[in-house]
């Protein structure tokens, strides 16, 4: 930068030592102006910036409803139907069978859900004991081979049946 200024300096001596030895003033070359002159000392870094990557969507399926019917009290050799709605409520698809975990280890499903996407399926289950409570809650993929955005919503409220004489 001080360079730029010594020039500066010696152009104009020159030119008010011009002008006092002659009635004609000489023409000042184009001197580039402090703007451009900083501009050009002046380099940005150019290196790129990467964006960074987006994590994978994955899916996230939950249980929307379940029934039991009948439910309550029943009498051993009861059939009992259990029906679900399973949601996805993930970013992303899931292509592949999806498993439902019922009482008395029954399993049911399906076959993939989209984002976004609700299915239902049935299962039946007949108790024969006697005198017997059953808690149970329903369980998407209760083996936990889905990688899911969130594993801790896969369950169902709790339903409870009970076998009499």
């Known amino acids: 930068m001080k360079l730029f200024f010594f020039s500066v300096a010696f152009t104009l001596a020159v030119v008010s030592s011009c002008e006092s030895s002659s009635k004609h003033k000489p023409e000042v070359p184009n001197q580039p102006q402090q703007q451009d002159t900083v501009a050009s000392l002046e380099q940005k870094?150019?290196?790129?910036v990467e964006?960074?990557?987006s994590p994978p969507t994955l899916p996230d399926l939950v249980i929307l409803s379940a029934s039991v019917s009948p439910d309550g009290i029943l009498?051993?050799?009861?059939v009992c139907?259990?029906?679900f709605q399973v949601k996805n409520i993930g970013q992303g698809d899931y292509p592949y069978y999806i498993v439902v975990g019922a009482p008395g280890g029954?399993?049911?499903?399906?076959q993939g859900l989209n984002a976004g996407e609700t299915?239902?399926?049935t299962l039946t289950q007949t108790y024969y004991s006697r005198a017997t409570?059953?808690?149970?809650s329903f369980t998407v993929d209760p083996d936990n081979v889905i990688k899911e955005s969130d594993e801790s919503n896969n369950k169902s409220q709790t339903f409870r049946i009970q076998t009499t004489y």
């Open 81 to 83: 139907t259990f029906k």
């Open 119 to 121: 299915k239902e399926a």
């Open 133 to 136: 409570t059953y808690e149970f």
């Open 75 to 78: 009498a051993p050799g009861t």
């Open 51 to 53: 964006e960074p990557k």
């Open 45 to 48: 870094d150019t290196k790129v």
């Open 106 to 110: 029954q399993t049911g499903g399906f």
